[in-house]
């Protein structure tokens, strides 16, 4: 079992930065492929960001160049840092960790860019 709890949401001006965190508790954290995702209203939920056990990282193309996933293995905790955030970033992202079968979500933090 994984708990993963989400923070550093909240409301930005279009243009600006955030940086979301995740702190996972509950198992090994390091042998667990990692993801952010996010769901804007009326719209299904997509992957915005992944990074494997290995560090290997992947992007979703709307978000490509302004977006920075990363993982601290000795903290459990991964990072989502955004740059240059667009109105239509605005959505509850949430904190995934997979292996195997193995699938776990956080509650989510909300993001909102508006002027």
């Known amino acids: 079992q994984v708990q993963l709890v989400e923070s550093g949401g909240g409301l930005v001006q279009p243009g600006g930065s955030l940086r979301l965190s995740c702190a996972a508790s509950?198992?090994?954290?390091?042998?667990?492929?990692m993801g952010w995702y996010r769901q804007a209203p009326g719209k299904q939920r997509e992957l915005v960001a992944a990074?494997?056990?290995?560090?290997?990282?992947n992007y979703g193309d709307s978000v490509k160049g302004r977006l920075d996933i990363s993982r601290d293995n000795a903290k459990t905790t991964v990072y989502l840092q955004m740059s240059s955030l667009k109105p239509e970033d605005t959505a509850v992202y949430y904190c995934?960790?997979?292996?195997?079968?193995?699938?776990?979500w956080g509650q989510g933090t909300q993001v909102t860019v508006s002027s």
């Open positions: 990074i494997t056990s290995g560090g290997t990282t």
């Open positions: 509950g198992s090994i954290f390091s042998i667990y492929d």
């Open positions: 995934n960790a997979q292996r195997k079968w193995y699938d776990y």
